[in-house]
């Protein structure tokens, strides 16, 4: 699954504030051009086959650590523990027989599980049934069965006919109707646990097209049909479904039929003949047009639009089947189920979801071929998705404690598939941001195991550690025992666990058995404690030798280890040249030395750049040009330049550094080193502008358009009017705003024939002009937008609405604020809509309060601003997403 989240590092840039990053140095952080990311802090050192090791302490913790004045008290109970569902009969299928009530939002349905007891005999049986109305429960021959279903009714006991041993099969026939809607509660990672969802029921929301899907992690698709509901089970499956004739269906597995049913309807039969978990059970109903893609080695490739996307479908899942043949190579394990659908449906509660061979996405992934120009994003999801068809569907995690070894995989796919696909420089940046994600995360809240058996609840086990920290570590055993060994240990742990239930244990003795080493070490200190380690790197250069001292200074609470062993390498670069050693770090401080014939260039600390940790290594100007200059690695290139970038002095290296960097191949690269111009050379202004003209990546041409406006160059003018014709809708944005400044006569007409066009980058490039402009007629506008923006963008359009709202008079704003309102109390809108109208309410209150004494009515505006403050209350005490409510106490 691909969480929305807000948490870390993300809703901290929304809220302009700073983010501790991966590895610290000392100097300010910088951005790439795409979205805010905080500058990566990078420490260099490791080990060799000729150097010595001084310890500069005897023991892994300190006298201070170890002196006893913070004893815990003893416990009087066993600490809590999350295990595995206690499995006492064996679901080998599921016959589903459903239609729906779209004015009632209820399911009709029949269930016909067939079962045996797994060891122990057993004369009764417990089901997941959340909230349901059952007309009969029968065996198969219609004998009728008594069941007990009273309390909160979230699970069914049936008392069987009589007493079935281990290897007895018998079938139970469920008749019920189920009504998610009113059963189900919004809150967690997976911002409702409904199940199953109605979109536009009943037609009443303007044209947005009626749906049903289902979202059945973690076990709530229990709330539509009954089922033994945890991750450990798993059957096959049929499901035939009635829907009225203009609606497509998609479910697991192969459509075998599509019958009438009579009354404009008709009953399609999808059948699932392999085995796999309950809450991996799909289905989803509405109006779509199926585009058929090549087939994958006979396997059906297709993609559910929504008309008006069906001409972009490849571009909105993008590299399907090549991503197929890619993880089914890098495994050794062909993708092993029927066929791979995907398509993205509205008002989606999570990212995607990885049902197994009918993957379900947000609408966020929709779009036009230039919607999409250089956005990354959806083949990132469409390759974590697919993963999952191994890490998760194929083989899956038995507890979501062991969630990592589901998301996990899948968070490193993307490392995988960017690293195949567009090269070292793309994966190593986005390996940076998923570090800056998980460190984030733990800045202001306690870090815990990847393995988390004492979680408070299923539901946060969604979050930075099980995803980012779950891929990093990944990344780590990778480095550590080799790619031949890495995909070999995945090979055998596939083959060896398919259609079945894993924990920790059988992934390490995969890689066990295959190299032939004991890594308990390893997965100790990864998966089964809290935390990374927190560096401190300081080099010196004496008499023939270069020493490296390496002090961990991590906490110890929360089960974070006083040292982590780390077996890491350290380039020592001497007129340009590297020589790598080999070190492992195994106590609190060591300090390593290496032979060398002259003081080094620089010395990089893990040039691999594999290591997740927090690292603080002053280097200074000289040392950091030469990383740059020598250093191959993407995160070695952008730390100098970002650091370089913001010295006071040095003018001559940083001229130098700038210049070079704008002409890097990377753009994250030559998108931070234009971030770090402020006053341009000669040299440097002409590179920009050619940036400007023609740079090869949308996001990196915009920015050096938005500089040159900035700087009021000479070529703006030319430069923004070739920016309009442009087929990236990001430069055509960045070339409005140029334009303004240009040619504001120009730039009006352009602006009125762009109001047309359905794209983020234009409707927020207008937004800005039009809050600029004080013009409150255009609030429309921005109110026709306000259920459209997505992420980033959603802060950026709201911002500009509330910055034209402030201009205008108390009844312009109490429109506005009764608007956002709406919005953000709304738990079906996207979270990111709810936290940019909060947000939106909270400024403008204080941007009115600030300014009161200039409207013509204050006692109005007095009345307004306690309003949008009673208004704040009432929305943070409605908000079930955590994430919002913790950034909620900021307003």
């Known amino acids: 699954m691909q969480r929305l989240t807000l948490s870390g590092l993300l809703a901290t840039l929304l809220l302009a504030a700073s983010c501790t990053t991966t590895r610290t140095a000392s100097t300010s952080p910088t951005t790439t051009p795409e979205e805010p990311v905080a500058m990566v802090d990078t420490t260099e050192l490791r080990n060799l086959d000729t150097m010595t090791v001084s310890p500069a302490t005897n023991g892994v913790i300190t006298e201070e650590e170890m002196d006893g004045t913070n004893e815990a008290p003893i416990p009087t109970t066993l600490p809590r523990r999350a295990v595995a569902f206690n499995r006492v009969h064996d679901l080998l299928h599921t016959k589903l027989e459903v239609s729906f009530n779209w004015d009632k939002e209820m399911v009709m349905g029949v269930a016909t599980l067939r079962l045996k007891p797994l060891f122990r005999p057993t004369n009764e049986l417990t089901l997941d049934a959340k909230n349901f109305t059952f007309n009969s429960i029968t065996l198969a021959d219609g004998t009728a069965l008594d069941y007990t279903y009273e309390g909160d009714q979230q699970q069914v006991t049936i008392e069987l006919d009589r007493t079935y041993t281990r290897g007895e099969e018998f079938t139970v026939v469920l008749d019920y109707t189920a009504t998610p809607a009113e059963a189900g509660t919004a809150g967690g990672a997976i911002t409702s646990d409904k199940g199953l969802f109605f979109i536009n029921p009943r037609g009443e929301d303007g044209d947005k097209p009626r749906q049903i899907w289902t979202q059945g992690e973690t076990e709530n698709n229990s709330r539509w049909f009954p089922t033994i509901d945890k991750p450990n089970e798993r059957c ?205 995360s733990v800045q202001n809240n306690p870090p815990h195991e990847l393995i988390w058996y004492d979680y408070p609840d299923k539901e946060a086990m969604f979050d930075a550690h099980s995803y980012n920290k779950g891929g990093a570590v990944l990344h780590m055993l990778r480095n550590y025992v080799g790619d031949e060994a890495f995909f070999t240990s995945l090979k055998n742990y596939l083959e060896r666990y398919k259609y079945s239930p894993v924990e920790i244990d059988e992934l390490r003795m995969a890689f066990e058995d295959t190299t032939g080493e004991d890594l308990a070490w390893f997965f100790d200190q990864w998966y089964l404690s809290a935390g990374h380690p927190r560096l401190q790197i300081t080099t010196d250069y004496s008499d023939g030798s270069v020493s490296v001292n390496v002090a961990q200074v991590q906490d110890t609470d929360d089960n974070v280890p006083a040292v982590f062993k780390i077996p890491v390498d350290v380039d020592v670069y001497t007129n340009g040249i590297a020589e790598r050693h080999r070190i492992t770090i195994d106590q609190r401080e060591q300090t390593f030395t290496f032979p060398a014939t002259a003081a080094p260039d620089v010395v990089i600390f893990d040039p691999e750049h594999q290591l997740l940790s927090q690292t603080e290594y002053n280097k200074s100007p000289e040392e950091l040009a ?262 909620y106490q900021q307003f």
């Open 236 to 440: 096959t499956q049929e499901i035939y479904v009635t829907v009225d004739d203009e609606y497509e269906t998609l479910s697991n597995g192969v459509l075998v039929s599509s019958e009438p049913a009579g009354n404009g309807q008709r009953t399609d039969y999808w059948k699932m003949d392999l085995p796999h978990a309950p809450y991996l059970f799909a289905l989803v109903v509405g109006d779509f047009d199926i585009v058929e893609d090549e087939d994958w080695n006979g396997i059906p490739v297709n993609y559910y639009m929504e008309k008006e996307y069906a001409d972009y479908a490849t571009s909105i899942f993008p590299y399907t089947p090549e991503l197929l043949t890619f993880f089914s190579d890098l495994t050794g394990v062909d993708y092993p189920w029927p066929k791979y659908s995907q398509v993205a449906v509205r008002d989606y509660v999570s990212g995607a979801m990885e049902n197994t061979t009918a993957v379900i996405f947000g609408e966020f992934m929709n779009g036009t071929d230039r919607d999409l120009i250089d956005v990354d994003y959806n083949q990132k999801v469409v390759a974590h998705e697919m993963f999952h068809h191994w890490f998760g569907d194929l083989v899956t995690c038995e507890s979501w404690a062991q969630l990592t070894l589901n998301e996990g995989f899948a968070n490193y796919s993307e490392y995988l598939w960017m690293e195949h696909k567009h090269g070292r420089d793309a994966a190593d940046y986005h390996l940076l941001e998923e570090w800056q994600g998980y460190f984030g």
């Open 626 to 887: 030469a990383q740059f200059r020598y250093a191959p690695a993407f995160l070695d290139r952008y730390e100098a330049v970002g650091l370089i970038g913001s010295l006071d002095d040095h003018a001559e290296m940083k001229d130098e550094i700038l210049t070079a960097a704008l002409r890097d191949t990377f753009y994250a690269i030559r998108g931070v080193a234009l971030q770090s111009l402020e006053a341009p050379t000669p040299g440097q202004l002409e590179a920009l502008r050619e940036i400007a003209r023609t740079d090869d990546h949308s996001q990196v041409r915009a920015s050096a358009i938005d500089l040159l406006t900035q700087l009021e160059d000479d070529e703006l003018p030319a430069i923004a009017r070739a920016a309009m014709d442009a087929r990236p809708y990001a430069v055509v944005a960045a070339g409005l705003q140029a334009l303004v400044a240009a040619d504001p006569v120009a730039a009006s007409q352009a602006a009125a024939q762009l109001e047309e066009v359905d794209n983020q980058d234009i409707s927020n490039a207008l937004a800005g002009l039009y809050s600029e402009s004080g013009d409150v007629s255009k609030l429309p506008f921005f109110e026709d937008r306000l259920n459209k923006a997505e992420g980033y963008g959603a802060i950026s359009l709201y911002t500009a609405y509330q910055a034209l709202l402030a201009k205008g008079q108390a009844a312009d704003q109490t429109a506005g604020v009764a608007r956002l309102k709406e919005i953000a109390l709304d738990q079906s809108q996207n979270p990111w809509r709810r936290l940019a109208a909060t947000k939106a309410i909270s400024d403008l209150r204080n941007d009115v309060a600030d300014r009161a004494e200039e409207f013509d009515d204050p006692d109005a505006m007095n009345k307004l601003i306690m309003e949008m403050g009673t208004s704040l209350e009432t929305i943070k005490a409605t908000e079930t997403n955590a994430d919002l409510k913790s950034i």
